[in-house]
Each structure stands twice: as structure tokens, then as C-alpha cells.
T-cell receptor, first 112, second 114 residues
Framework: DAKTTQPTSMDCAEGRAANLPCNHS???????VYWYRQIHSQGPQYIIH???NNETNEMASLIITEDRKSSTLILPHATLRDTAVYYC?????????????FGTGTRLQVFP | KAGVTQTPRYLIKTRGQQVTLSCSPI?????VSWYQQTPGQGLQFLFE???????NKGNFPGRFSGRQFSNSRSEMNVSTLELGDSALYLC?????????????FGPGTRLLVL
């Protein structure tokens, strides 16, 4: 079973920041938080991941709470091409490494 | 660097047939995982291969099998196809499969079973 809980859907105006929340209250100390997105019928695209600290790359920022029980993916300036299903995944520990367990994700709709 | 490639991209089969799908990982990646995506069940893990050995397996019947070659390319096979096997089959690769490594997905093979 997925170890994360996400809202089913969200809307965001183009040009505004999209903040996608994720709850992972049972996360263990050595488990990573990963975010992927899937644009209709394409393969999932990696966005960002983190363990404890906040992370930023060219696509997004990841804010992880101090207790690590939740996180937020931030797309700073959403565009129409960001419309997709966003998956928050908890991954690890070693020994169960490559089993990405996907939940139902959040369907983000960016509107003009 | 080229991404993960999957062939074929689309496939139509009939019940009872078998099918083989192919995945070429990113150069240098030795871990390959397979996933099935259906509207009803979402994205589900099938199995993972590393160094030509199956290292992890999901909850799928024995009709689903796979293998990995010495060049890290992988194939998955589904025998005695059922209508419910219609799905998008995705392959993902990473260096060695550690939790801190990113898995990169291919575009998928869409299988339709009639």
C-alpha cells in the first residue's frame, strides 16, 4: 500500500505558484521522499527528491517538515504544460529499493 | 545521454497469446524495474532486475516474467494473455537501485488485449 496521502485534485492559475501537499506520517528515518509527475499516457517524469533538508532544482522546490511527516512540492510559476498527475512517493530502505509504490496522486490542472 | 527506451510502443494481441516487451536502460544503469499501469489499479510494481538477477518482485501471477541480459537490457514476458492485461507497461532504470538514486522511466508500451 502507498505510504502517502495526497489531495485528489488541485487547480492553479498560470503564472502562480502551485503548492502540492503530501502526508507521509509513517515515514522512517532512512526513507526518501520522491516526486514524479505523469502527463497523460506518458512515462512518469522525475521531479525532485529529498531526505531531510529542503531541496530545489530547475523544476521545483521540495519543502519537508522538520518531523518529516509531510512535504510540499512547489512549482514556482506554473504553466499550462505543468498540467499532470503528481505522485509523492516514499522510498526505501535498502533491501526494498526499487519498489516505487505509487498512490493515486494529485491531478493538477493549470488554467489560463 | 539517451533516455530509457521501450519497444514496441504499441501492441495489440488476442487472449491466450503471449507477448514480449523490451527495455533498454540509460547507459551505465544496471537496475531495471517494470511497472504496470491500468485505470483501475494505477501504477503497480512488477519486478526489478539487477546484474541479470531478479532482486524484487511484486504481487503478480507467474504469467508475468522477465529477464535481464549482460548489457542490462531487459525483457518482460506475459504468457496466456487475459483481457485484464491491457495496460501501459513502464520500464525504469537506475544505477544500482539504491533508495537515493533516481529511477528514470521510459515512454512505456501500451498493450491492448482483445
Amino acid at each position: 500500500d502507498a505510504k502517502t496521502t495526497q489531495p485528489t485534485s488541485m487547480d492553479c492559475a498560470e503564472g502562480r505558484a502551485a503548492n502540492l501537499p503530501c502526508n507521509h506520517s509513517t515515514i522512517s528515518g532512512n526513507e526518501y521522499v520522491y516526486w514524479y509527475r505523469q502527463i497523460h499516457s506518458q512515462g512518469p517524469q522525475y521531479i525532485i527528491h529529498g531526505l531531510k533538508n529542503n531541496e530545489t532544482n530547475e523544476m521545483a522546490s521540495l519543502i519537508i517538515t522538520e518531523d518529516r511527516k509531510s512535504s510540499t512540492l512547489i512549482l514556482p510559476h506554473a504553466t499550462l504544460r505543468d498540467t499532470a498527475v503528481y505522485y509523492c512517493i516514499v522510498r526505501g530502505p535498502f533491501g526494498n529499493t526499487d519498489k516505487l509504490i505509487f498512490g493515486t496522486g494529485t491531478r493538477l490542472q493549470v488554467f489560463p | 545521454k539517451a533516455g530509457v527506451t521501450q519497444t514496441p510502443r504499441y501492441l495489440i494481441k488476442t487472449r491466450g497469446q503471449q507477448v514480449t516487451l523490451s527495455c533498454s536502460p540509460i547507459s551505465g544503469h544496471r537496475s531495471v524495474s517494470w511497472y504496470q499501469q491500468t485505470p483501475g489499479q494505477g501504477l503497480q510494481f512488477l519486478f526489478e532486475y539487477f546484474s541479470e538477477t531478479q532482486r524484487n518482485k511484486g504481487n503478480f501471477p507467474g504469467r508475468f516474467s522477465g529477464r535481464q541480459f549482460s548489457n542490462s537490457r531487459s525483457e518482460m514476458n506475459v504468457s496466456t494473455l487475459e483481457l485484464g492485461d491491457s495496460a501501459l507497461y513502464l520500464c525504469a532504470s537506475s544505477l544500482v537501485g539504491a533508495p537515493q538514486e533516481t529511477q528514470y522511466f521510459g515512454p512505456g508500451t501500451r498493450l491492448l488485449v482483445l
